[in-house]
């Protein structure tokens, strides 16, 4: 069993920076590819990042490509969100996300086996 927890979110204003952490626990961390989703109210998650286990295959969001980077550190048990240029509608709550993926990257929720409680990110304009 696998336990996540996302660290870092706060309030930013727009055009800023924001650097969002997720400690993974309970596993072995390298087994898993991560991922990053974002929840904004009224709507449905959405995929915001991917990184596979050794960190040498990543995916992104169009929305966020270019300005969010994704990686990890399996020393350190843990997955970085690095956001630049953060928006309004970057707004939400942010979750980390493990998956036992075989093949293309996975995008959706279903996808991932285990879910961090999320850290909320407000961009005010």
């Known amino acids: 069993q696998v336990q996540l927890v996302e660290t870092g979110g706060t309030a930013v204003q727009a055009g800023g920076s924001l650097t969002l952490s997720c400690a993974a626990s309970?596993?072995?961390?390298?087994?898993?590819?991560m991922g990053w989703f974002r929840q904004a109210p009224g709507k449905e998650r959405e995929f915001v990042a991917f990184i596979s286990w050794n960190g040498g295959n990543s995916r992104y969001a169009d929305s966020v490509k270019g300005r969010f980077t994704i990686s990890r550190v399996n020393a350190e048990n843990t997955v970085y969100l690095q956001m630049n240029s953060l928006k309004s509608e970057d707004t939400a709550v942010y979750y980390c996300?493990?998956?036992?993926?075989?093949?293309?990257?996975?995008?959706?929720?279903?996808?991932?086996?285990?879910w961090g409680q999320g850290t909320q990110v407000t961009v005010s304009s």
């Open positions: 309970g596993g072995i961390f390298s087994d898993y590819g």
């Open positions: 996300a493990a998956s036992n993926y075989v093949g293309l990257p996975p995008i959706h929720p279903y996808e991932y086996d285990y």
